[in-house]
């Protein structure tokens, strides 16, 4: 069984752009979360989706927004980008409930 | 607001020693569930064990084992023969009933030497 897929694996970016990142769920799963890793902040919740609504969000400011298709298949974008989001991001999908999240390798962002 | 402490920010250790690492939460929820994930050096963080509010049943796995006590908040988890390849960053972490929101510590980086 294929796991959580993140695209791309890297990604550098300069300030005032935006970018998109993509998540591939595990078959069969319907939520997928989203979450920040940096060296000072750790690992924080942006949002969740299931059902291609949004059900819990993060307190991250509205240049993140993210989405979800029909296939469960779910992008994050991130406007007018600052330094500081600069990081590990990490896609995790679950059957909700009491289920695991599992997570992908995760994109790692660099603003220049 | 719920919240996660792992104090022990890194740990040293020579292989098969044991090593137990420390989690200590908080919430106001009467359901929640607790998790270990292990990030190696590669990034992706790895499922390790789930419990929740109702089960402090603790269990051993292999090597690994997990000590969960709700009179004292803990979760604690302990590898037992460490083994180079034990080498990696431990997240605990917390999420309520009816939320898919993880709540994660700071993270063990734990470091197994040969």
């Known amino acids: 069984k294929a796991g959580v897929t993140q695209t791309p694996r890297y990604l550098i970016k300069t300030r005032g752009q935006q970018v998109t990142l993509s998540c591939s769920p595990i078959?069969?799963?319907?939520?997928v979360s989203w979450y920040q890793q940096t060296p000072g902040q750790g690992l924080q919740f942006l949002f969740e989706?299931?059902?291609?609504?949004?059900?819990n969000k993060g307190n991250f400011p509205g240049r993140f927004s993210g989405r979800q298709f029909s296939n469960s298949r779910s992008e994050m974008n991130v406007s007018t980008l600052e330094l500081g989001d600069s990081a590990l991001y990490l896609c995790?999908?679950?059957?909700?409930?009491?289920?695991?999240?599992?997570f992908g390798d995760g994109t790692r962002l660099s603003i220049l | 607001a719920q919240k996660v402490t792992q104090a022990q920010t890194e740990i040293s250790v020579v292989e098969k020693e044991d090593v137990t690492l420390d989690c200590v939460y908080e919430?106001?929820?009467?359901?929640?569930?607790l998790f270990w994930y292990k990030q190696p050096p590669s990034g992706e963080l790895v499922f390790l064990i789930r419990?929740?509010?109702?089960?402090?049943q603790n269990e051993i796995s292999g090597r690994y084992s997990w000590n969960f006590q709700k009179s004292t908040s803990s979760f604690n988890f302990t590898i037992t023969a460490s083994q180079v390849v034990d080498s990696a960053v431990y997240f605990c972490?917390?999420?309520?009933?009816?939320?898919?929101?993880?709540?994660f510590g700071k993270g063990t980086k734990l470091t197994v030497n040969p």
């Open positions: 995790a999908s679950s059957l909700a409930g009491h289920q695991p999240q599992h």
């Open positions: 078959s069969g799963h319907r939520s």
């Open positions: 989706y299931f059902s291609e609504t949004q059900r």
């Open positions: 919430t106001r929820d009467t359901t929640y569930y």
């Open positions: 419990r929740n509010s109702f089960d402090e």
């Open positions: 972490a917390l999420k309520q009933g009816g939320s898919e929101k993880l709540v």
